[in-house]
């Protein structure tokens, strides 16, 4: 087992060979969910999966699950993996390291012949992301039984294209029920996303668990009118209300510890001479404590009811909500003994942002292991991560898939 190591070289072609799929002109990767650039990086993960011996299963939304047997094949798999879909600017590294790196340890297993005790499981969850479909991780959602499979295919992206049809499209709508491929315990490499492993000089993230979200659609109503013959005393500009909910969102934000974010604004038919009768907003709220959220969503709700709003009401729709999530203790000590094991600096870290094993923390013993990102920048096209480090993330998930495949619970 102390021998065993993965080939950095290796990992980092791999990570540089798929971001042709979808690769655009500043060195990003645009590859939309169950879009055909989605099918070709899906098809090249198949191909090297099977080459490698594994059993692949796909599931009724697209999800994949590569099986690598063990020497008991009554054990449940040890399950790693993340997502191949990016945002609409993303970069090289967000989700595809961690199947990458999973497709790594595989490789470095085979090359040397070492079966585990236990099978491993390389997975590749649909629609992570959320950019396409919204919300983000509802695949993962739907195998942990928070979202039906039935609203999952219903759901819509911006040109009417349903889940549904888009998986058909790409042929990757499988025939395994969701949920009936079974793993027993489920380990997450990424990128951090932030900027504390870079400036504390850390390798490893022991990630501990993930703050919660919650998602909000919110709508301005005022009175659209000719912009030049309506006093500015008597307009009822949704706009300008709307520039008030950015305010005070972040000024909640700051009150609370929290983190707030408005991403989309819309004004509806808008034209250049039209005061703006209605605005459309998208709000995320997050926190690594309930009651903390539920502080903020409540100080949102009252800050619309007061009086900056009587000409401007707002309606607030909470369309989303991922509670705070802590990860299982004997995976994160997995994580921790595979980092030390190696010899690379770490500390413990809770995730800002969501990620699959949110999801998969609510029915296996789940961790995650972060590496660092410069800048902390990601959902860009210069998102960067060094060779060195993401093959030290790999290695840590190595070490910690063998202590829990060999292991004897």
């Not at 199947?99 to 005790?117: C, N, P, Q």
């Not at 979202?147 to 294209?161: E, M």
């Not at 480090?389 to 004897?408: E, V």
């Given at each position: ?29 645009r ?29 009724a939304?697209g ?48 090359a ?10 390389l ?16 695949s993962?959602?739907?195998y ?42 489920m ?53 300008v209300g ?13 009150e ?66 991922s ?87």
């Amino acid at each position: 087992m102390s021998n065993l190591t993965i080939d950095s070289d290796r990992l980092w072609s791999s990570l540089m060979e798929t971001a042709r799929f979808g690769g655009t002109p500043d060195g990003g990767i645009r590859r939309l969910t169950l879009t055909a650039e989605d099918r070709q990086v899906r098809d090249w993960l198949r191909a090297e999966c099977e080459a490698l011996g594994c059993t692949v299963a796909i599931d009724a939304l697209g999800n994949m699950f590569a099986t690598r047997p063990g020497t008991d094949p009554d054990a449940l798999p040890i399950a790693m993996g993340s997502h191949l879909d990016t945002q609409p600017t993303g970069g090289k590294f967000d989700g595809v390291l961690g199947v990458l790196a999973g497709l790594e340890v595989l490789r470095a297993l085979d090359a040397a012949g070492y079966v585990t005790r236990r099978p491993l499981m390389l997975v590749n969850w649909t629609n992570e992301e959320g950019s396409r479909f919204s919300p983000a991780m509802i695949s993962s959602g739907a195998y942990a039984g928070v979202f039906t499979v039935d609203d999952v295919l219903a759901r819509t992206d911006a040109q009417g294209v349903t889940f549904g049809d888009a998986l058909e499209g790409i042929g990757y709508a499988g025939e395994a029920p969701v949920g009936s491929v079974a793993f027993g315990e489920m380990f997450e490499l990424h990128i951090e996303q932030g900027p504390v492993l870079e400036h504390e000089g850390k390798t490893i993230g022991i990630v501990t668990g993930v703050q919660g979200i919650r998602w909000y659609d919110l709508t301005v109503e005022g009175c659209a009118a000719h912009a030049g013959t309506t006093p500015m005393p008597l307009r009822r500009d949704a706009l300008v209300g709307a520039a008030e909910i950015v305010l005070i969102v972040h000024r909640i934000a700051l009150e609370h510890d929290g983190v707030a974010t408005i991403g989309e604004i819309g004004v509806v038919n808008a034209s250049r001479n039209v005061v703006p009768g209605e605005v459309r907003l998208t709000l995320d709220l997050r926190h690594p404590e309930t009651a903390a959220l539920e502080a903020m969503e409540k100080a949102v709700e009252a800050a619309l009811a007061g009086p900056a709003f009587a000409k401007t009401p707002a309606r607030l729709v909470r369309m989303w909500d991922s509670p705070p999530v802590a990860f299982d203790a004997n995976c994160i000590a997995a994580v921790r003994e595979g980092a030390a094991a190696a010899g690379y600096p770490a500390r413990e870290i809770v995730s800002g942002a969501g990620h699959d094993s949110v999801y998969t923390a609510r029915v296996v013993p789940t961790s995650m292991i972060f590496v660092p990102c410069k800048d902390g920048l990601s959902h860009n096209p210069a998102e960067s991560a060094t060779q060195a480090d993401c093959a030290a993330g790999a290695q840590t998930l190595l070490n910690a898939m063998l202590a829990r495949a060999d292991g004897t619970n």
